[in-house]
Nanobody, 121 residues
Framework: VQLQASGGGLVQPGGSLSLSCAAS????????MSWYRQAPGKQRELVAS???????YYADSVKGRFTISRDNARLTSYLQMDNLRPEDTAVYYC????????????????WGEGTLVTVSS
């Protein structure tokens, strides 16, 4: 299984970026795709997630500015980030919780490599 995250970069405060995370490999169905971030010197935190049957979650710090979406056919998750702030600067990671086969009982968790987002003037 692979998770390939992309879309990070440098943006000015108030700007926008769109991240994507494409999954591939031995995946039967993805139940949840999530985005986390880790700023220098801080713990990794959950930013947003989208789950089949459990809806969508956003951290309070990004509500109204970030939008998570999924393309299930392409096993891809997107994170649209608008009105970015310097405190959004972090390495962003995607995570997939999935079943590998139709008979799996427990979910697998898989993390992608991070993509750096820097918000600075």
């Amino acid at each position: 299984v692979q998770l390939q995250a992309s879309g990070g970069g440098l943006v000015q405060p108030g700007g926008s970026l769109s991240l994507s995370c494409a999954a591939s490999g031995a995946i039967f169905v993805i139940n949840t795709m999530s985005w986390y971030r880790q700023a220098p010197g801080k713990q990794r935190e959950l930013v947003a997630s989208m789950s089949t049957g459990r809806g969508t979650y956003y951290a309070d710090s990004v509500k109204g500015r970030f939008t998570i979406s999924r393309d299930n056919a392409r096993l891809t998750s997107y994170l649209q980030m608008d009105n970015l702030r310097p405190e959004d600067t972090a390495v962003y990671y995607c995570k997939a919780e999935y079943f590998g086969t139709p008979t799996d009982v427990f979910e697998y968790n898989y993390w992608g490599e991070g993509t750096l987002v820097t918000v600075s003037s």
